[in-house]
């Protein structure tokens, strides 16, 4: 249930092509090997026929992933149980225009028994694609986009100033909105923090420890130490790349790229 209520991207217009591409060659595939529907019976060209249905099947995604959009914006936050949803209706919509294509290439009536019997294949297939799609995309997106799905929470913190304390007799704190942090990295004795200020990067340097500033903001989620050396504003990250033996990322025009060690992941994905 957890994983059902994760958030879930909708799919940008070339991986929406892609999906469509990939749902056709799979009826494709079904029509042409395992020739269900009594197909084994047609004495015409089967390889043709089977294109037939791949290509109806190609357009009808197609179609249905430009009516879902408005929803999908409207949707917010779009989770996977609604992605599973969405994509059991495309298979619904699929199947019935197939049986309006079916009964014109074999030129047969449309009937109570043929509709059954293809809306029976549509509950078996539908089940395979609905789970292979939706996870597979989803794992894709934990690879290559972990930002878009990471629960952020910069609106309500716009006001938020936070302050990392200077351990030195003569130091200065630090004050800056919680917003404009990026990250901060330990160095010796030292941590190195850097931040945003009238739209350029700046650094400055405290004496003290990352375990007194995990401390300093501790009652900000959004604030999640990513490795050993590092602390990470996660509402700043533009690019995640990775998998499950560490992450890579980028914040916003911040040069530097901070680490998400492995033994980090799992809590960093939790964000999501």
Request: charged share 15%.
């Amino acid at each position: 249930m957890s994983f059902l209520t994760r958030k879930y991207p909708f799919p940008q217009s070339s991986n929406r092509l892609k999906d469509c591409a990939v749902y056709s060659v799979i009826v494709f595939l079904i029509l042409y090997l395992l020739q269900p529907f009594g197909f084994s019976e047609y004495k015409g060209n089967k390889l043709l026929v089977s294109l037939i249905f791949g290509a109806a099947t190609f357009g009808c995604c197609y179609l249905f992933g430009l009516a879902i959009q408005p929803l999908q914006k409207r949707v917010s936050p779009w989770r996977v149980w609604h992605e599973a949803l969405s994509v059991l209706i495309m298979t619904l919509f699929v199947c019935i225009c197939n049986i309006f294509v079916s009964s014109i290439v074999f030129h047969s009536s449309i009937s109570l028994e043929l509709i059954l019997l293809f809306l029976n294949w549509t509950f078996i297939i539908g089940i395979f694609i609905t789970v292979s799609s939706v996870s597979m995309n989803y794992h894709r997106y934990l690879r290559s986009q972990l930002e878009t799905l990471l629960d952020k929470t910069t609106e309500v913190q716009t006001d938020i100033i936070v302050t990392i304390h200077d351990t030195s007799v003569r130091g200065n704190d630090l004050q800056l909105p919680i917003n404009d942090l990026l990250y901060i990295e330990a160095q010796k004795n030292n941590v190195l923090v850097r931040y945003v200020k009238d739209n350029d990067i700046y650094t400055t340097e405290l004496h003290t420890t990352l375990t007194a500033v995990l401390d300093d903001l501790k009652e900000y989620e959004n604030i999640f130490q990513c490795h050993r050396s590092f602390v990470v504003n996660l509402n700043n990250i533009t690019s995640a790349q990775g998998n499950s033996n560490g992450y890579q990322l980028i914040l916003g025009k911040c040069p530097a790229i901070v680490p998400v060690s492995r033994t980090y992941v799992p809590k960093l994905r939790s964000f999501v």
